[in-house]
């Protein structure tokens, strides 16, 4: 463990300097650089290395970016230096600065078309929402993030989705979703180069099997793991820097269970007679021991390793436990056996160091003896093609005069199925349109029904306005002319009052059951008046409108608009708030739906009426749209809700 220690430091110490010495060559550079875009290409790279060592030099180095990038108009260095920011605010806590730095990026990713810096800006809102406890968004902008990595093009992003999602998985207690997403963040990293992440999922996906007992799945992934270690490495290089350090944080503790968990996985190999697992197990038993200050202990496990390796033909590991034995029988005094030990290590050192140089040798003689065989060979075949040339001619003229026979025959074969099929083609696209026009009729009968709901209450708004409004009118007038004579000031000013609320109440019962603005501007015109009454009400309001609203069929249009103001009703009644973010997305023929408040929030057992009402409100126009809605809220920080559904095409008559 302390050579393991050693190692680890004098690694860091390198790459620390080999670091600081990019970072010098990197500030020449940006101090020698003309170009623009050149320092900003140069700021952001010291920015991002800062971001772990030097907060205060990344912050500057960030800031100094995005200026530029405004300058330059540069919409992807902007986005990642806000994208920075935001990281160096998760890192020290400050999660609503980074949440507002996150969503900047992404508006400004979304409006450029930077799918894949879209796809990073969602990703990190995820570790944030994770992070504060809110499950709901993370698990919404994990997947989003997933679905920008994918269409920008960056699809090996995804890993860090899918490990994410193992993740928020995992901690809700499904094993088996969480595993799913473990392996296929694993199934990304391996179609990339990165050997640092593979062996990163790998390290997580055998600890996963290990904590829950799937010993053969943990042994299978442990040798991945093992083999990639030893990827581009000779044997000797193996043997100079021995170290079972894949499993180290899982077995270097001092809980027992840990130690119980090693027993039984040493139990399943060697009942299922695979000596070379069993002796793995036993090299961790012994690693256990050793860290627990047990050296005894370490010693018999370390022993029993070494037969089963013996046993399974496992050499290099045969060589690594020699080295760890010699180092105990070292630290205490006994000599004469630390000598053997390493005299053995050495012994199968020097054997793979020549067996190894055996195979360059024979390697190289295979190399040659192929030389020479294909130079033979080459001889030979131009011998050949030249007695086959005027062969080939003859046979290509026969084979042309057989070919051009065949032709004609099955091009009357063809001619004949494709008539045939075309017939049969033609019969069950009568069929289906058949079918097609039933499924019409019967939309188009519901259709008709919402229609003469929807008529029914112009009619009632209409009846409001033109009777209850008029005769109000009327009285109004009249009574100024009587009251002329009579009644007190005080009493006239008061009646006067209270007829033109009345006046403004009957207006505002027609527009809530037909809206004026739905009618005439449809619903994009109609969620703007909307957003304008809740600024008129005082709140900040942030619409972002996206895709063309007018495909969308006028029931679902009016639906819709039901459910904002049942939304921003509930927000002016019972919120608090002091802003709303309303947006409408269109992509495709998908719909989503979010508004987004900071007021009081709830939790679900503490709704009161007023706010059941209206979310049975909400939930029973989503199911009627054949939409999801998800109400995410947490007291004291606002509430989100989400709405997504599938748009329907206005039905046309089918034409036969």
Not at 301 to 321: D, F, K, P, S, T
Not at 488 to 501: F, N, R, Y
Request: proline fraction near 2%; include cysteine.
């Amino acid at each position: 463990m302390r050579n393991l220690f050693f190692l680890f430091v004098l690694l860091n110490l390198c790459y620390t300097g080999l670091a600081q010495s990019g970072t010098a060559a990197l500030q020449k550079q940006l101090q020698a650089a003309t170009a623009d875009t050149a320092r900003l290409q140069l700021m952001l790279e010291l920015s991002n290395y800062y971001r772990l060592r030097q907060p205060d030099s990344s912050l500057l180095y960030a800031r100094q970016s995005e200026a530029l990038a405004q300058q330059l108009k540069n919409h992807s260095g902007e986005i990642r230096a806000l994208l920075i920011r935001g990281m160096l605010g998760h890192r020290q806590g400050r999660e609503a600065e980074a949440v507002a730095l996150f969503h900047q990026a992404a508006r400004l990713a979304a409006t450029n078309g930077k799918r894949a810096l879209l796809g990073s800006a969602r990703q990190n809102l995820a570790l944030v929402y994770k992070r504060m406890g809110r499950q709901d968004s993370a698990f919404y902008y994990f997947t989003a993030a997933e679905q920008d990595f994918t269409e920008g093009e960056n699809a090996y992003e995804n890993w860090h989705v899918y490990f994410g999602l193992s993740e928020l998985y995992e901690g809700q207690g499904q094993s088996r979703e969480a595993e799913a997403y473990l392996v296929k963040a694993l199934q990304v990293t391996q179609s990339g180069d990165s050997r640092m992440d593979q062996g990163f999922v790998l390290y997580h996906l055998a600890e996963w099997y290990f904590m829950a007992d799937r010993f053969a799945d943990f042994a299978r992934v442990q040798q991945q793991w093992e083999a990639l270690q030893q990827d581009n490495h000779s044997a000797s290089e193996i043997l100079e820097h021995p170290g079972h350090y894949s499993m180290a944080r899982l077995f270097l503790t001092d809980d027992t269970a840990t130690l119980a968990r090693i027993d039984r996985a040493y139990e399943h190999y060697l009942s299922g007679g695979n000596l070379f697992m069993a002796g793995w197990s036993q090299e961790n038993r012994g690693q256990y021991f050793e860290q627990n200050q047990q050296p005894a202990a370490a010693l018999q496990a370390y022993e029993r390793a070494l037969r089963h390796y013996e046993a399974a033909g496992a050499h290099l590991r045969r060589g690594m436990v020699q080295q760890r034995l010699y180092q105990l029988y070292k630290a205490r005094g006994e000599t004469a056996a630390a000598l053997t030990a390493l005299e053995q290590f050495r012994q199968l050192s020097d054997s793979l160091n020549t067996a190894e140089a055996e195979a360059h040798l024979r390697e190289l003689q295979v190399a040659y003896e192929t030389d020479k065989k294909e130079q033979a060979l080459r001889i030979q075949n131009l011998e050949i093609r030249q007695k086959t040339q005027q062969r080939n001619g003859l046979i290509g003229l026969v084979a042309l005069l057989v070919l051009l026979g065949v032709s004609i025959g099955f091009g009357l074969v063809f001619r004949l199925r494709t008539q045939q099929r075309l017939a049969a083609q033609s019969a069950q696209l009568q069929e289906q349109r058949i079918q097609q026009l039933e499924q019409q009729q019967k939309l188009l009968a519901f259709d008709a029904v919402l229609e003469g709901q929807e008529q029914e209450r112009a009619r009632i708004a209409q009846d409001l306005h033109d009777g209850l409004g008029g005769l109000l009118t009327s009285v109004k007038a009249h009574f100024g002319q009587y009251a002329n004579g009579g009644l007190s000031d005080g009493l006239k000013a008061k009646t006067q009052a209270l007829i033109d609320e009345s006046c403004v109440e009957v207006r505002r019962i027609s527009h809530n059951l037909m809206p004026r603005s739905l009618a005439l501007y449809g619903l994009k015109g109609a969620v703007e008046d909307l957003a304008g009454q809740l600024r008129q009400s005082g709140l900040r309001v942030d619409l972002e409108i996206r895709g063309n609203l007018t495909d969308i069929p006028e029931r679902q249009q009016v639906t819709l608009y039901r459910m904002l103001q049942e939304g921003t009703n509930n927000i002016l009644r019972h919120a608090h708030a002091q802003s709303v973010l309303l947006q409408i997305l269109m992509h495709g023929d998908q719909l989503t739906l979010i508004l987004e408040d900071d007021g009081r929030g709830f939790k679900p057992p503490e709704y009161s009426s007023a706010e059941t009402l209206g979310l049975k409100g909400l939930h029973s126009r989503a199911q009627f749209l054949q939409g999801t809605l998800d109400v995410d809220s947490v007291p004291l920080e606002g509430t989100t809700i989400t709405f997504q559904m599938p748009v329907a095409q206005p039905l046309k008559p089918a034409v036969l």
